[in-house]
Nanobody, 116 residues
Framework: QVQLVESGGGLVQAGGSLRLSCVAS??????????MGWYRQAPGKQRELVAT??????NFADSVKGRFTISRDNAKNTVYLQMDSLKPEDTAVYYC?????????WGQGTQVTVSS
């Protein structure tokens, strides 16, 4: 079994920054090799991809390119999402996801609210 716990969400003004963390635990084995991603879901909308990291390769949604950074600390089984220049449209619940042996696992989500 694999568990993911996100933290770091909150209320911030437009233009501000937040850093989200996601700690993975359980039967992960080689964390550094596992694809991980951040997704978000705004009220009334479908969950969408924000950023992924596979090994050292990162990928971002067009809407966040140049503003968000994804990174990982393999020693801590943790993936981060640094969010800068936040906009009201970034408001959503943010989830992290890991794929282990073909199965995907999700965290419980952390709320990010950006006020204008």
């Amino acid at each position: 079994q694999v568990q993911l716990v996100e933290s770091g969400g909150g209320l911030v003004q437009a233009g501000g920054s937040l850093r989200l963390s996601c700690v993975a635990s359980g039967s992960i084995f080689t964390f550094s090799l596992k694809p991980m991603g951040w997704y978000r879901q705004a009220p009334g909308k479908q969950r969408e991809l924000v950023a992924t990291i596979i090994g050292g390769t990162t990928n971002f949604a067009d809407s966040v390119k140049g503003r968000f950074t994804i990174s990982r600390d393999n020693a801590k089984n943790t993936v981060y999402l640094q969010m800068d220049s936040l906009k009201p449209e970034d408001t959503a619940v943010y989830y992290c996801r890991i794929v282990v042996r073909g199965f995907e696992y999700w965290g419980q989500g952390t709320q990010v609210t950006v006020s204008s």
